[in-house]
């Protein structure tokens, strides 16, 4: 059985992603990372919708983390192609409700899973497809 890696023995191109989650996805929420971590056309495409350039980025980020109150993003498995230039990511995103979805802001802790392929180029993330469960989360709130 093939033991799982720890992060320092992860590739750049894992770290990278790992890195955007310990800091834009975890308190205090570093958004100024993305400066950082991502190109300036960062593209990413979450709910039948692209978000283009880093800085709609960014308030996509603030947006979702206002109704998503202390939001972090555990990574659960992760993993690379061998030129190192697209990242997989499965992970559990949680926070507590603060009108997701906009439903009423309840303070109720929350999670849903999600997968994410990324793009890497020149060390920088340049695009993301992102896949989540939030029909089951909106489902489970509603039956709640």
Not at 63 to 81: G, H, M, P, R, Y
Not at 121 to 135: D, F, I, Q
Request: hydrophobic share 40%; with cysteine.
């Amino acid at each position: 059985m093939k033991k799982e890696s720890s992060k320092y023995e992860r590739s750049l191109a894992e770290q990278l992603v790992l890195e955007f989650f310990d800091q834009v996805w975890h308190p205090p929420h570093n958004l100024d990372a993305i400066d950082e971590l991502m190109t300036e056309d960062y593209n990413i495409h979450s709910a039948g919708k692209t978000i283009e350039g880093r800085e709609a980025f960014k308030s996509w980020v603030r947006s979702f983390q206002e109704v998503l109150l202390d939001a972090k993003t555990q990574s659960i498995d992760i993993f690379n192609n061998s030129e190192q230039n697209k990242v997989v990511s499965r992970w559990i995103c949680s926070g507590r409700n603060n009108g997701i979805f906009d439903l009423p802001a309840d303070g109720q802790e929350v999670s849903f899973t999600g997968i994410a392929i990324w793009t890497i180029k020149n060390n920088r993330l340049v695009e993301c497809w992102v896949e989540r469960s939030a029909l089951e989360l909106y489902q489970n709130l509603l039956s709640k």
